[in-house]
């Protein structure tokens, strides 16, 4: 069983902030991905990733597959950002894990 | 870009009720799921299905679940007899290449509330 951990669990910054999102996860896995769900409830797929480093506008998401670890980084956070973000990996199936709640304050 | 759609997306019904939930996956997708999310709680796996037949299930999905693709475009979830412990947001996924290196797409999501 994969065990998907997310740090942190909640997340506060002045809009302009640098953000760090990180995941760890258990055991091996063809790929990773990043979701973003707002509150409406939605979720959207930011990135999926099995090495190194993707890049879209100011999301950036990093995997070290030996480390079994994920970022993902916001730069020139905006309070738009603000979102419950999914770190989801996927080995026979996608494993959720809890997600971290972000806020930008304006 | 192409979109998952999924109705309703609100669902009110009471305990004992069959529900259908509705999906309509990517036109070119060959692989579907069903996933939940019970309010403050994770996403969960609920079950995939490919070539017309359930591929696998988490423990969740039991007798009272169904999936079936009942044409070439649809996608649908049947809960039985619903329980209040049922109410949750209900998430249609595909994808083109299963557990290969391909991206998944979400539906927006149905909220289900079991009263």
């Known amino acids: 069983k994969n065990e998907v951990e997310q740090s942190p669990q909640n997340l506060t910054a002045q809009e302009g902030e640098f953000i760090t999102i990180n995941c760890s996860y258990s055991?091996?896995?063809?790929?990773l991905h990043w979701l973003q769900q707002h509150p409406g409830g939605g979720i959207v797929s930011l990135f999926m990733?099995?090495?190194g480093k993707k890049k879209h506008g100011r999301l950036i998401a990093t995997i070290n597959i030996q480390e079994k670890h994920s970022s993902l980084h916001i730069t020139a956070s905006h309070p738009r950002d603000s979102a419950v973000y999914i770190c989801?990996?996927?080995?026979?199936?996608?494993?959720f894990g809890t997600g971290t709640r972000l806020t930008i304050i304006p | 870009e192409p979109e998952v759609t999924q109705t309703p997306s609100h669902q009110v019904t009471q305990m004992g009720q069959e529900v259908i939930l509705r999906c309509v996956p990517i036109?070119?997708?060959?692989?579907f799921y069903w996933y939940r999310q019970i309010l403050g709680q994770k996403v969960e796996f609920l079950v995939s299905?490919?070539?017309?037949?359930?591929?696998?299930k988490s423990e969740i999905f039991d007798d009272q679940f169904s999936v079936e693709r009942p044409d070439g475009s649809n996608f649908t979830l049947k809960i039985r007899s619903t329980k209040l412990e049922d109410s949750a947001m209900y998430f249609c996924?595909?994808?083109?290449?299963?557990?290969?290196?391909?991206?998944?797409?979400f539906g927006s999501g149905t909220r289900l509330t079991v009263v």
């Open positions: 036109s070119n997708h060959l692989y």
């Open positions: 299905f490919y070539n017309n037949e359930i591929s696998e």
């Open positions: 055991v091996g896995i063809s790929a």
């Open positions: 996924a595909s994808s083109d290449a299963g557990n290969e290196i391909h991206g998944y797409t």
């Open positions: 989801a990996v996927l080995n026979e199936k996608l494993t």
């Open positions: 990733l099995s090495s």
